[in-house]
């Protein structure tokens, strides 16, 4: 099956453009990045729109699928190293598609505390939506077969790239 | 301030018809309404749909500004007389707002099992909103102000009415 060109240096440009001009100036702003994807998108998001406030989450134990995915070797631990009440949280992800991984994510920020706002942002939406969520920012809608995964990886130079994986 | 006419009826009548066109025929599919204005509506769904499996929320204990916003005296026991585990819920509210509602709601349904997939239909979409949340179905979109709430209302003969309220 053909893909559209997914240059994910280009994208993430595209996503950062719409994060800069809609948040820059926020009060109390402060980026989450869901590992591992969202993780090297966050640092680079939180790096180019000077916040400080920046946290990790690895949401692999709080999905409601669990049982059935099991953990990865590579799970990390959550760090949010900043006051979660009252802040707006602009949550990274790099693919968004059936929205357990957002809600998992949102209900992981409220254990920590109640923020005034969680946006989310996304490199790419591949559909296939099974709980009502939408991002708030997304540089590319892309339709794919369900046996198919989009991966992001970094290169030891920090350049990202997109592949995508068939089952 | 004026506002674009609000015919409670005749925006029921524009959402059922997004509903029966998308979702007629789905297996295994529920519905489940919001106290109070989503449940009335769930009600009519349900019926129009021909959908037996409808169950009912009331999710201001769980919302998490609850210690902000206190009980209303008319809460009502959530009731859900079906089995959720693999089922597509339709939820239905007759408001979306900050989404804080609809989280509340979805994390209560995940209490009685794991839904295949969370659609979620309302009446209007006021904007505002805190969570990354949207409508799959929604009659109308209207911008009001802060202080402003929408209030849906049912007369004796069940016949639905939408006014608003200023705070």
Redesign the interface.
């Known amino acids: 099956m053909t893909l559209p060109e997914l240059d994910a240096e280009a994208l993430y440009q595209t996503l950062e453009a719409q994060v800069k001009q809609e948040l820059t100036g926020t009060q109390r702003l402060a980026i989450v990045g869901i590992y591992s994807g969202g993780a090297w998108l966050a640092e680079r998001l939180a790096q180019s729109l000077q916040i400080k406030e920046i946290g990790f989450l690895d949401v692999s134990f709080y999905r ?2 669990y049982a059935k995915r099991g953990l990865h070797a590579d799970v990390k631990p959550s760090h949010i190293p900043f006051e979660i009440e009252g802040a707006t949280i602009l ?1 990274v992800d790099d693919v968004l598609y059936t929205g357990r991984t ?2 998992a994510a ?2 992981t920020l ?1 254990d920590y505390g ?1 923020p ?5 942002a996304a490199l790419l939406d591949r559909g296939g939506r ?7 920012f997304v540089a590319k809608i892309i339709k794919l077969e369900e046996n198919q995964s989009l991966i992001l990886k970094k290169a030891d130079d920090g350049r990202l790239t997109l592949t995508v994986d068939h089952a």
Chains 1, 2 share one sequence.
């Not at 099974?130 to 708030?136: C, F, H, M, N, R």
């Open positions: 409601d699928d949550l957002t809600r949102i209900n409220f109640r005034a706002r969680i946006m989310l099974q709980l009502p969520v939408a991002a708030d």
